[in-house]
């Protein structure tokens, strides 16, 4: 994977404001001083341009990244079909389960906007879960929180129609944003559209019929008129929405 990426990234040393935002992450914060250090020890620093894939699905994981600045995209493909599973965000890692037990990614990644990452090596990441067990137990947690994201997204898909998810999307970033009922859209529609589940054709249909709950698109941008209206609709609940952005696995 190293080598894939000589021509279009830059090495970086790590800056000293990145060691307390790593430290500050649920999965580092117990992990005693010198464990830390000997991880980072053999991490790399890399700044990536826009659209540049970092991972593909099916090769084993050669590191746990963590997206420090920028955002990065994971989907996965089928068939010549191709859908947004989340996007990550910093401070996030991904993909945890696929470094612990040594496996396959099921997801590729790509950058969408320019990023610096961390890349930690697997096998070294692997050695501190075997030697820490306050480490150990924070990657049992990590994990079972991300569970926990893919049963509450299922069932969003399962359980809710399009127009439903579509609601319960606009008011998720109604809420990340600072209840501000005027914000920008994060992504473009068609990744929105994958995310959702639905075709691009299905998301415009959706957005059409959110007007009747006083919610208006243009392009980009998204205003609420009549919030109650739009959460009498999407009905969110705390056994299938998160707080927290479902953005990393």
Request: hydrophobic share 40%; proline share 6%; glycine share 4%.
């Amino acid at each position: 994977m190293l080598d894939n990426y000589q021509v279009i990234w830059r090495t970086n040393t790590m800056r000293p404001s990145d060691v307390p935002d790593l430290r500050d992450l649920e999965l580092f914060r117990e992990m005693p001083g010198e464990r830390f250090d000997e991880l980072m020890r053999g991490a790399y620093v890399q700044t990536f341009p826009p659209m540049v894939d970092l991972i593909t699905e099916g090769d084993m994981s050669d590191f746990l990244h963590v997206v420090l600045e920028g955002r990065v995209e994971l989907f996965a493909s089928w068939n010549g079909r191709e859908t947004t599973i989340a996007t990550v965000e910093p401070i996030s890692t991904f993909i945890l389960a696929a470094t612990v037990k040594d496996a396959p990614y099921l997801m590729s990644a790509r950058t969408l906007e320019k990023s610096r990452l961390i890349l930690l090596p697997s096998s070294d990441v692997r050695k501190v879960f075997d030697a820490d067990g306050a480490f150990a137990r924070s990657v049992v947690s990590e994990l079972s929180a991300r569970y926990r994201a893919v049963v509450k997204n299922t069932k969003n898909l399962k359980l809710r129609s399009s127009i439903e998810r579509l609601a319960n999307y606009v008011v998720h970033q109604y809420e990340i944003g600072g209840q501000n009922p005027e914000f920008d859209l994060p992504i473009e529609k068609r990744k929105i559209a994958s995310f959702l589940g639905m075709t691009p054709e299905n998301l415009s249909r959706a957005i059409r019929g959110l007007r009747s709950y006083g919610v208006e698109f243009d392009a980009q941008h998204v205003t609420i008129s009549d919030l109650d209206a739009l959460r009498g609709l999407a009905k969110p609940s705390p056994l299938i929405d998160d707080a927290d952005l479902p953005s990393v696995f």
